[in-house]
């Protein structure tokens, strides 16, 4: 499986927020794209998303256009934005409800990806009365209902303790293991360490960056 993302360009009232963007990924691979705040991430992750649309481009997915084609989108991909789309007025259970046959709920949730994200421990609990880890995580397994080939996410373990942080890069390998793809938008010194492919956005550009290891050089190459 690949992916290939071509040329993509975005403008806000004639302003050009990205230009001629692209990257490529194959099964198994983690891509993390950096940059300051402000500068384009969660536009192009978006627009690869469908919820935003580029003025130019394409998003490849064994060669079909998925910016063209909403319904393979909508099989192959799912998307996390950094705002959890969760129902506030219901538990977890019924927010998963929304999107699981009860079938394929409870095989998730004592063997599945759902387990694997601790979501079982809190099934009951109502998204108001949930910590911020916890509304991540759901709002991941919301998304993952089509058994999906690639994942977007949009810093995934911003303002999150160690514990969840640590259960979602759990997550995150696993899903890679079974051949899946990870872009994301991140911060975050693990999930940079985890990445098989790291992308700068800079200046409405992107570029391949060359982990050394040190975030101080990654910040100052901002």
């Given at each position: 499986?690949?992916?290939?993302?071509?040329?993509?360009?975005?403008?806000?009232?004639?302003?050009?927020?990205?230009?001629?963007?692209?990257?490529?990924?194959?099964?198994?691979?983690?891509?993390?794209?950096?940059?300051?705040?402000?500068?384009?991430?969660?536009?192009?992750?978006?627009?690869?998303?469908?919820?935003?649309?580029?003025?130019?481009?394409?998003?490849?997915?064994?060669?079909?256009?998925?910016?063209?084609?909403?319904?393979?989108?909508?099989?192959?991909?799912?998307?996390?934005?950094?705002?959890?789309?969760?129902?506030?007025?219901?538990?977890?259970?019924?927010?998963?409800?929304?999107?699981?046959?009860?079938?394929?709920?409870?095989?998730?949730?004592?063997?599945g990806f759902l387990k694997t994200?601790?979501?079982?421990?809190?099934?009951?609990?109502?998204?108001?009365?949930?910590?911020?880890?916890?509304?991540?995580?759901?709002?991941?397994?919301?998304?993952?209902y089509a058994d999906p080939r690639?994942?977007?996410?949009?810093?995934?373990?911003?303002?999150?303790?160690?514990?969840?942080?640590?259960?979602?890069?759990?997550?995150?390998?696993?899903?890679?293991?079974?051949?899946?793809?990870?872009?994301?938008?991140?911060?975050?010194?693990?999930?940079?360490?985890?990445?098989?492919?790291?992308?700068?956005?800079?200046?409405?550009?992107?570029?391949?960056?060359?982990?050394?290891?040190?975030?101080?050089?990654?910040?100052?190459?901002?």
């Amino acid at each position: 499986m690949k992916i290939s993302v071509e040329n993509i360009s975005k403008k806000y009232r004639n302003k050009e927020v990205l230009s001629s963007v692209s990257f490529e990924a194959e099964s198994g691979m983690q891509v993390g794209i950096v940059g300051k705040n402000g500068i384009g991430k969660s536009t192009l992750l978006s627009i690869l998303a469908g919820v935003n649309k580029a003025d130019g481009g394409k998003f490849l997915y064994e060669g079909r256009d998925l910016l063209a084609d909403k319904d393979l989108r909508n099989k192959v991909c799912a998307y996390i934005p950094q705002e959890t789309p969760l129902i506030s007025e219901l538990s977890a259970r019924d927010n998963l409800r929304m999107w699981y046959s009860d079938k394929a709920l409870k095989k998730e949730l004592s063997e599945g990806f759902l387990k694997t994200l601790g979501i079982d421990r809190f099934l009951k609990v109502n998204v108001r009365k949930m910590s911020g880890g916890m509304k991540k995580r759901l709002s991941i397994g919301c998304a993952i209902y089509a058994d999906p080939r690639v994942l977007i996410l949009d810093e995934p373990t911003a303002s999150l303790d160690l514990e969840c942080k640590g259960i979602i890069n759990d997550y995150l390998d696993a899903f890679k293991k079974r051949g899946g793809i990870v872009v994301l938008a991140t911060h975050d010194e693990k999930e940079i360490e985890n990445c098989d492919a790291l992308y700068l956005l800079k200046d409405k550009e992107m570029n391949k960056y060359v982990y050394d290891g040190s975030i101080k050089n990654l910040v100052d190459s901002f």
